[in-house]
């Protein structure tokens, strides 16, 4: 029972274009949610997090985006660069219960120059 | 680098064998976690500590054992290994129960 998925196991996007990164999950309990950027062997580095409370968080070039009714989650990337290429990983946890951090299978984007 | 230091980061071992695999968290961390990652696969949560007591388990096969000790760092026991079991073991660390997580490089266990 896959509880988060990442449905798009790879996206190819412009140098300077928008990256859209999409995540689905299936547990309501599930109240905070992280996407992880990693490189080849690398461990998953934390690129930006929201609480089940707002809709919206953004960070720089980062921005993501929570619709709880639909049970989905975005991460944009504005503008693309070609060091953002990697594979993203959403995440999600239900702060106060035993759901700890559960990952999807990931993204792979690559940015061409 | 996190600062979560993860040893041996590769090992090479037969079928029906036992392996150790350690995780130091950052400075400070009380709680710490261990994931899967198979071909092609996502994290699979195995299991949680936080300041050395079992907080949160994920899909750990019984052969699989961990715990975390007084001075915080944490030991993945993999037994009767399976062929099956051959994928990168990371361990990740974070303050307190929640927040964000600091993934080490990994351990790359290979079983032959």
């Known amino acids: 029972d896959q509880q988060v998925k990442q449905n798009s196991p790879s996206l190819s996007v412009q140098e300077g274009r928008i990256s859209i990164l999409n995540c689905d999950y299936t547990?309501?309990?599930?109240?905070?949610f992280l996407w992880y950027k990693k490189y080849p062997a690398e461990g998953p580095t934390f690129l930006i997090s929201i609480s089940s409370i707002k809709d919206k968080n953004e960070d720089g070039r980062f921005t993501v985006f929570l619709n709880k009714s639909a049970k989905h989650l975005s991460l944009h990337i504005v503008p693309s660069q070609p060091g953002d290429s990697a594979v993203y990983f959403c995440a999600a946890s239900a702060v106060s219960g035993t759901y700890k951090y559960i990952f999807g299978t990931g993204t792979r984007l690559k940015v061409l120059a | 680098d996190s600062g979560v230091t993860q040893t041996p980061k590769h090992l090479i071992t037969a079928t029906g064998q036992r392996v150790t695999l350690r995780c130091s968290p950052r400075s400070g961390d009380l709680s710490v976690y261990w994931y899967q990652q198979s071909l092609d696969q996502g994290l699979q949560f195995l299991i949680q500590y936080y300041n050395g007591e079992e907080r949160a388990k994920g899909n750990i096969l019984e052969r699989f054992s961990a715990q975390q000790f007084p001075d915080l760092h944490s030991e993945l026991n993999l037994s009767s290994l399976e062929l099956g079991d051959s994928a990168l073991y990371f361990c990740?660390?974070?303050?307190?129960?929640?927040?964000?997580?600091?993934f080490g490089e990994g351990s790359r266990l290979t079983v032959l």
């Open positions: 547990n309501s309990m599930f109240d905070y």
């Open positions: 990740a660390s974070s303050v307190r129960d929640s927040g964000e997580l600091f």
